[in-house]
């Protein structure tokens, strides 16, 4: 069930659109993990959601109400900062988690045992009488997720969590999320971070921003082997996806330094035309080394120079290109190769993915339509 819903919204100042046509809706008691490049949709989204900007058009929606007209919005989102908490005082956890509640009203007993309640849900991560000032990371993380919790929201937003921090403090916040808070199920809980692959483990769905729009949002898996767009292949795989953009003339695609043909099956599947601009998608895992060439109606097969590789988990990883674009390669480890020789690689046709050559989006196959 969705508890958070946006219908087309779009927001313009006097020189751009900072948000484009956005729809999404954030379900109940899900991990979402909203990301992209910095500056290109996914801050102002953020305040947006946080109702810290109201000069949008579109619809917006919060457990079915209608934000602009939701008295008491504000106080349904949790928010918590990308710093955790810089309180250095000497009060304890159970002091500062407790001033929230009594500003609200609440009773010395309601707040011990609404504070106990959630100190247990997390197995007492944290002890309650120490003071603010001694927090390590973990805990100031984990105090800040209970702080939450005990305002009783419909949505948690997570600010970006890695903000100027070294390797070593994303591993332990991303621990403290693993151990100890991500099993919680009390309300949807996103995250806003550029961090994309940190977070694969932890979150249900993913939404992917880029230039001020979303480009796709799905579970994890989905957008890994199913990309409806180069970017969201390139920003899930890194250097393991290779992108080839070139030019289709006749049968033959054409890029800088290479050129090879595609199978009449191929052309027919996905309604290529003459001249069409293409971006191809070549996924790692899918190259094999071979001793000879391979049937050229099933696949591609190319020499390529080795320039660097390394061995894990049974595979080489192989650093070459292909024409004037770098290629990776992982193959699994079948005999001996060395650095700058040549090896002759095969990459099948139905492993390819195909994108336009303009709007980057993936082109499907029309029998799969």
């Known amino acids: 069930m969705s508890i958070f819903s946006m219908e087309h919204v779009w927001k313009k100042t006097e020189t751009n659109f900072e948000l484009k046509n956005v729809s999404l809706s954030i379900l109940e008691d899900e991990w979402l993990l909203i990301s992209g490049p910095v500056g290109e949709g996914k801050e102002v989204l953020q305040k947006v959601i946080l109702g810290f900007d109201n000069d949008w058009d579109g619809l917006i929606c919060l457990n079915k109400k209608n934000i602009k007209n939701y008295e008491g ?25 407790a001033l929230p509640l009594k500003i609200k009203g609440k009773t010395e007993i309601e707040i011990r045992k609404e504070i106990n309640n959630v100190h247990k849900q997390f197995m007492n991560i944290v002890e309650l009488t120490k003071k603010m000032k001694d927090l390590s990371l973990q805990e100031k993380v984990s105090v800040s997720f209970l702080k939450a919790i005990l305002m ?12 100027q921090l070294s390797n070593s403090k994303r591993k332990l916040i991303l621990e403290t999320f693993k151990d100890n ?4 199920k009390g309300c949807p809980v996103v995250i806003f971070s550029s961090y994309i692959l940190e977070w694969l483990p932890f979150c249900d769905r993913i939404a992917v921003f880029k230039e001020n729009g979303l480009l796709q949002i799905g579970e994890p898996q989905v957008l890994i082997e199913h990309p409806q767009h180069a970017f969201v292949a390139k920003y899930l ?27 009449k099956q191929v052309l ?4 290529f035309f003459e001249g069409q601009e293409l971006v191809l998608g070549m996924m790692a895992t899918s190259f094999q080394i071979v001793d000879k060439p391979i049937s050229d109606t099933i696949g591609l097969t190319f020499k390529a120079p080795i320039h660097i590789f390394y061995e894990k988990n049974g595979f080489y990883k192989v650093y070459s290109n292909i024409g004037h674009f770098p290629l990776v390669a992982q193959i699994k480890i079948n005999g001996k190769i060395n650095e700058g020789e040549q090896v002759q690689l095969f990459f099948p046709f139905d492993h390819l993915l195909f994108f336009d050559g303009n709007t980057e989006k993936k082109i499907n196959a029309k029998r799969l339509i």
């Open 268 to 271: 027919q599947d996905y309604l």
């Open 152 to 163: 009783n929201p419909s949505l948690i937003v997570i600010d970006e969590p890695f903000y």
């Open 73 to 97: 919005y504000a106080e349904k989102i949790a928010f918590i900062h990308n710093r955790f908490i810089e309180e250095k005082g000497s009060e304890t956890i159970f002091d500062y988690l």
């Open 181 to 184: 808070l991500r099993n919680w």
């Open 237 to 263: 795989h890194g250097e393991d996806f290779t992108l080839l953009k070139g030019i289709l003339k006749g049968n033959r695609f054409i890029t800088e330094g290479f050129s090879f043909l595609l199978p």
